[in-house]
Each structure stands twice: as structure tokens, then as C-alpha cells.
């Protein structure tokens, strides 16, 4: 009798044995897939990798470069001269109270054009901007030249309006002009360069205004 009743008591102690063993199994051991083949579960991130910046071809032309200087500079404008000899001329004649323009030339070596000019008997000479829009210098050279002085009393045209005569009948940039004699009376003599590159002068009457040629 003693003998019967220890088996339920023998079996359930071994039945409690194999649950326990198959609870620690689960816990410890990592977890499978399906088809039995254990399978690591990475830990979760919340920081996103930095993601690398690529500079395009496009970004890196736009990006900006050494620049050249400028070629329309107030003294840019070539030896040749150009369209602005008759600002110049009137800008001259302005800062010098009383005068009259006789010769004009655009000068390489100062950049800018020269401006001879007569008043009250005396000479002046003044240095302008290339655009002929500012005075750079200016000085006395001493008394004028007698028959300077003689033509441009007896001159009626400007030498501002003669070289906007000839720029009407040459298209192209002013050389130099000046106040000469032909034939004993005062002309103006302007030097246009074309743009093919040829020099043409033109003759204007500097009293009645004309074109002589």
C-alpha cells in the first residue's frame, strides 16, 4: 500500500521537473524562426546616419572665380579716340571762364584727351576724363599764338559743333581736331577713324559752318 501511493507523488515531482526545465529553455535561449534557424533582432536606433553631402559639377561652376578689371573705365577708351571728344571739348571750355576751344586730341599716354583753349589772349591747356565728363588738370601755357588767336576771333563755329558735323558725316571715333588756315580763312580740320580702320578728314568752314570736303 505504502508502495502504490508513492508513484502519483514520484510522478508529479517529475512532471513539474520537465515544465520547469522547458520554462528556463524559452527564457534563456534566443528566439527561432520557423524553420528553426536562430535569427538575431538587432537593437532599434533613433539616430539617423549622417547622410554625405555631394558638391555637384553645376555647384562648384557657379561658384565664383577671379574676375578681370573691367575694359569701360572712364580711361578706357583707346588711343584712337572716340565719340566723346565734343564732351570733352565743351566740359574744357566751361572751367575756363572766357575761352574758345582750338585743338582737341585724345592722349595715350595720360589717358584722356587735351584740350587747347584761348582766353583773354592767353593759352590754356586742359586734361579730361576719357568720357570728357571731368577736368583732371589744368595750367596757363603763356600767351597765344598770334594767328591762333586772330582765326578763333573770326571763327563762328565752335569747335564742339564742328565735330559733331563731321561724327554726321563720318560714323566712327574722333582722332583729334584743331582750328588751321586754308586758303586765308579758318577751318576745322577733324580726324575721324571708320570702323574699318581708315583716317578721314573733314574740312568745315569755321565761319559759315559748311563742309568744304
Given at each position: 500500500?505504502k508502495?502504490?501511493?508513492?508513484?502519483?507523488?514520484?510522478?508529479?515531482?517529475?512532471?513539474?521537473a520537465?515544465?520547469?526545465?522547458?520554462?528556463?529553455?524559452?527564457?534563456?535561449?534566443?528566439?527561432?524562426?520557423?524553420?528553426?534557424?536562430?535569427?538575431?533582432?538587432?537593437?532599434?536606433?533613433?539616430?539617423?546616419?549622417?547622410?554625405?553631402?555631394?558638391?555637384?559639377?553645376?555647384?562648384?561652376?557657379?561658384?565664383?572665380?577671379?574676375?578681370?578689371?573691367?575694359?569701360?573705365?572712364?580711361?578706357?577708351?583707346?588711343?584712337?579716340?572716340?565719340?566723346?571728344?565734343?564732351?570733352?571739348?565743351?566740359?574744357?571750355?566751361?572751367?575756363?571762364a572766357?575761352s574758345?576751344?582750338?585743338?582737341?586730341?585724345?592722349?595715350?599716354?595720360?589717358?584722356?584727351?587735351?584740350?587747347?583753349?584761348?582766353?583773354?589772349?592767353?593759352?590754356?591747356?586742359?586734361?579730361?576724363?576719357?568720357?570728357?565728363?571731368?577736368?583732371?588738370?589744368?595750367?596757363?601755357?603763356?600767351?597765344?599764338?598770334?594767328?591762333?588767336?586772330?582765326?578763333?576771333?573770326?571763327?563762328?563755329?565752335?569747335?564742339?559743333?564742328?565735330?559733331?558735323?563731321?561724327?554726321?558725316?563720318i560714323n566712327?571715333?574722333?582722332?583729334?581736331?584743331?582750328l588751321?588756315?586754308?586758303?586765308?580763312?579758318?577751318?576745322?580740320?577733324?580726324?575721324?577713324?571708320?570702323?574699318?580702320?581708315?583716317?578721314?578728314?573733314?574740312?568745315?568752314?569755321?565761319?559759315?559752318?559748311?563742309?568744304?570736303?
Amino acid at each position: 500500500m505504502k508502495k502504490l501511493r508513492s508513484l502519483p507523488i514520484l510522478s508529479a515531482a517529475a512532471g513539474l521537473a520537465f515544465v520547469m526545465t522547458g520554462c528556463d529553455s524559452v527564457e534563456d535561449g534566443p528566439a527561432t524562426t520557423g524553420e528553426g534557424t536562430q535569427e538575431q533582432v538587432a537593437p532599434e536606433t533613433t539616430e539617423a546616419a549622417p547622410e554625405p553631402t555631394a558638391t555637384s559639377s553645376a555647384a562648384a561652376s557657379a561658384s565664383p572665380g577671379p574676375t578681370s578689371p573691367g575694359t569701360g573705365g572712364v580711361t578706357g577708351t583707346p588711343p584712337t579716340g572716340d565719340t566723346n571728344g565734343d564732351a570733352a571739348v565743351a566740359t574744357a571750355v566751361a572751367a575756363v571762364a572766357g575761352s574758345a576751344a582750338i585743338e582737341v586730341d585724345y592722349s595715350s599716354d595720360r589717358l584722356g584727351w587735351e584740350v587747347e583753349l584761348i582766353s583773354g589772349g592767353m593759352e590754356y591747356e586742359v586734361l579730361l576724363l576719357a568720357d570728357g565728363s571731368e577736368v583732371l588738370e589744368q595750367r596757363e601755357k603763356g600767351p597765344a599764338d598770334e594767328e591762333d588767336r586772330l582765326a578763333i576771333e573770326s571763327a563762328a563755329v565752335p569747335l564742339v559743333e564742328a565735330i559733331r558735323t563731321a561724327h554726321q558725316v563720318i560714323n566712327g571715333n574722333l582722332s583729334e581736331a584743331s582750328l588751321e588756315d586754308e586758303d586765308d580763312r579758318p577751318v576745322w580740320e577733324v580726324e575721324i577713324r571708320a570702323e574699318d580702320g581708315s583716317v578721314n578728314e573733314v574740312i568745315i568752314d569755321a565761319v559759315s559752318g559748311e563742309r568744304i570736303r
